[in-house]
Every structure is written in C-alpha cells, then in structure tokens.
C-alpha cells in the first residue's frame, strides 16, 4: 500500500501514523481506531480523491461522521471523516444536509424555521449513518424512517464519480440506500423532505410498578394512540452510562398540544406504580440526548444480546423480555413503538426489513469482567436468542457488533439479493466494506 501520493495530494489532511495530529484524528465517538491512514475530508474533491486512491489500492474504507459506529474500530484500511461536510441549507420544506452534519446541529437550523426531520434520539450521532441505516426516530409513526424522507443524496462512488441521485434518476440506488447502509458509496450530501415542527409535548414516567402490567398498558394504548404519539420504554441497570438506572416510560407528541398528549397517556398515568415526572411543551432540539463520548481509560464491557423487529408484542415476546431483565442482573431493556407512517411504506419500496413490525426491542447484558462465566454468557445468549426468533430481522444501526455475518440476519434473502445486485453495480470491487457488508452479487 502506498500512501505517500495520497499524503502529497492531500497536504494537512491526509494522515499517516506518526504525524502531526494522528493521534487526536483516529479518536472517535465511541472509540479509538487503528487505521492506516486517516483523511479529514473538507471537500467533495477530497472524498473524491481519497476514495479514487482506496480503489486502485484495494483499501477498505469506514466513512466517519459523529463517530458512533463500531466500525471505526476495526484495524486497518482508510478512515474517511467527513465530519467537517455538515451545511444545513433549507428552501422551503427541502433540506439539503452535508454527509458529515449531525443530528443536533440540523434540529437547531430547523427549528429556527418551524421544521423538523425525524431523527435519532441523540445529538452528536451523525446524520449518514443514521439515515443510511434506515433511523428509528421520536417522529416514527408521524413520519416514518429518517430514510422515508430522503428525496435525493450527492454521493461519490467507487470510481470517484461524483453523481446527483433521486428515485427518477436512480431508483435502484436509492432504494438501497434507504435503509441499506454505507455499502454503495460516500454520501456527500443528503436531500430531504422536511415538515412543520413548532414544538413537542415530552413526557417522562417513572415505573416502578409491575413492569409486566405496564408493558400491557402500553402495548394496548399505542395500538389506538394517534400517530402524533412513539414511546419508549427503557428498564437499565446501574452500570449504564446512557440512562438513569431504573424503569421509565418517555414520549414524544407532535405539537403542542398536551391535553391530546396527556389524553393518550391516560391508561398509563392510572396505573399504579407509574408516575409523572414530566410533561410538557419543549423544542425537539431539546429532547436530543448528549451521549458521552467513551472513555479510552474506561472500556465498554462486552455486550451479550441484540436487537428485533416485532410484528406484535405478544405476551409470549412480553413474557421474554421482562424476565430476560429479570434474571440477568448486568442487563438493559428498551422498546421502541413503530407502526403508524413506518408501516404505510411498502415491504419493497426500501431496503429496510420488517415494516410490518409495531414494536423495535431490545435486550442485552454487559459482559462485566468477574460477573460473569461462559456458562452465564451462554443462558444469556439462549436467551436472548428465542427473543429474536420471534422477530422479523433487525435494526443494523442499534447493534455494536462488527460479525461480518451478521447482515445475513437483518435482511430477508429477497432483499439481500437485490442489495447485492446494487452493490455490484455501484462497488464491484466492496471498497465499501467496514459496515454490515453487503458482497456483491
């Protein structure tokens, strides 16, 4: 591999081992990488360049943005930031988003024109990973994926071709990067479709009743809930670093109205053990979490579990579920509701499975040194396994695992081989593989 054209071609942002600034550069959100070369992109024409010499080079590529993925981890090959593409232009409803931007930074330019986008739930998450992996979002059942409002991408190839992409112009590409993930090429900038978003009612509720009751409670009220509302429940222990220990229900609703709001939370608030800890009128940039960056000195422990895409929360699903975080001390359990505007986009109108899901969970443990055992970690992982056969494949973006096999589980065999297919014809030789990899056909 020779990098010293690339470094001479792209002074200052092209970076190798030892140089000034490496150090600082391979840091990223959620960890430190081990590259062998870095570029810090801040312009098309960098990207461009940067990936016309991983192509003739046979060098992978991880494309970085906030900095959430696992892949950033990985050893080896080119990791591409993008982080300083993050203009905000808006014309109206349409908003074009620079790769690099994150999902923070685009909320405060909404705002301040009455718009928002669904989005994920935290602030410094980047806006490429996110939507390319589909985004399950606070405005899921209003307005579907982060990916439904996409209406066109500037993305440079694997050859070094810069292209405009819409669904006329290129359908089968967009139909795969909906949901498809970084597999066909670097997004250099998303077009989307926005909507008015003046405020949101936001709730907060603690649970500490029978979790099994409330679950009840909430399955059977978002089956009839106004599409304004998603939920979610989370129950996590101590160690998690993301969330107040304990269980608790939060909610968004579109606008501003917080009799309607309240009205749908009614079956919820009479319960016994539920208590409102807040509800009320807030700006959506407000509801984003901050989620610290990690800790070099502090490792993640190792996560055993996973994540699935409900048809329905059946009491057997239920049942799982609660006693997985039962039974395991060090472990986490979230729902997110769906159904609404994501189940209205046909099966085959994105890469992204199971629309007909009503319900995102998941469960895990951490792997915490000296708690414990491979026979732990193997009732763990049984466990959580009967959990995801009861779902329809999985959410790519909510998964720290980098097991190249894994993508075979997210998607159905019919819409493998379609991506494979796209992925032929965009990135023959797979330069784009440092996510869940999609082989060409």
Excluded at 38 to 66: K, M
Excluded at 312 to 341: I, K, N, Q
Excluded at 358 to 382: E, H, K, N, V, Y
Aim: overall charge negative; glycine content about 12%.
């Amino acid at each position: 591999m020779r990098i010293d054209g690339l470094i001479s071609e792209l002074p200052g942002r092209a970076l190798a081992p030892g140089d000034d600034g490496w150090e600082a550069a391979r840091h990223f959100h959620s960890g430190v990488g081990e590259p062998d070369v870095i570029v810090r992109a801040g312009s098309v024409d960098d990207v461009v360049a940067a990936v016309r010499w991983a192509s003739a080079e046979s060098v992978p590529i991880v494309v970085r943005g906030g900095g959430h993925s696992a892949w950033g981890a990985v050893p080896g090959g080119l990791a591409l930031d993008v982080s300083a593409l993050r203009e905000v232009e808006v014309d109206g409803t349409l908003v074009r988003v620079g790769g690099g931007a994150t999902w923070g930074h685009v909320a405060a330019v909404l705002a301040e024109r009455g718009l928002g986008l669904s989005s994920g739930d935290t602030a410094s998450v980047g806006v490429g990973g996110l939507t390319l992996g589909g985004g399950i979002g606070w405005m899921v059942r209003a307005w579907g994926l982060a990916a439904d409002q996409l209406v066109g991408v500037q993305i440079v190839s694997a050859s070094g071709d810069v292209l405009e992409a819409t669904d006329e112009s290129h359908p089968d590409l967009m139909w795969a990067l909906r949901g498809g993930g970084g597999n066909f090429g670097v997004v250099t900038r998303f077009d989307f479709r926005a909507h008015e978003l003046r405020s949101v009612v936001f709730a907060t509720l603690a649970v500490t009743g029978d979790s099994r009751a409330v679950l009840r409670a909430l399955r059977d009220a978002m089956k009839v809930a106004p599409r304004e509302l998603t939920v979610t429940y989370m129950h996590v222990p101590p160690m998690d670093p993301n969330a107040p220990a304990g269980a608790g229900i939060t909610a968004c609703w579109i606008g501003d109205d917080e009799a309607a709001a309240r009205a749908a939370l009614a079956p919820l608030l009479a319960l016994d053990g539920v208590e409102e800890m807040e509800l009320g009128a807030r700006a959506y940039p407000g509801i984003l979490i901050e989620a610290p960056a990690a800790d070099p000195d502090q490792p993640m422990p190792g996560l055993i579990g996973g994540n699935t895409l409900l048809h329905e929360l059946s009491e057997d699903a239920l049942e799982r579920l609660v006693a997985f975080r039962e039974t395991h001390e060090p472990s986490a359990l979230l729902l997110r509701s769906l159904g609404g505007a994501f189940g209205d986009v046909p099966q085959d109108a994105s890469a992204f499975p199971a629309r007909d899901a009503t319900w995102f969970a998941m469960a895990f443990a951490f792997d915490i040194p000296g708690m414990l055992d491979d026979a732990g970690r193997s009732r763990i992982a049984a466990d959580w396994d009967a959990i995801e056969a009861l779902g329809e494949g999985f959410y790519g973006n909510f998964t720290m695992s980098t097991e190249p096999g894994l993508v075979s589980h997210m998607f159905s065999p019919e819409t493998m081989a379609r991506l494979a297919a796209v992925k032929r014809d965009w990135d023959p030789g797979n330069v784009f593989c440092r996510n869940h990899n999609v082989r060409p056909g």
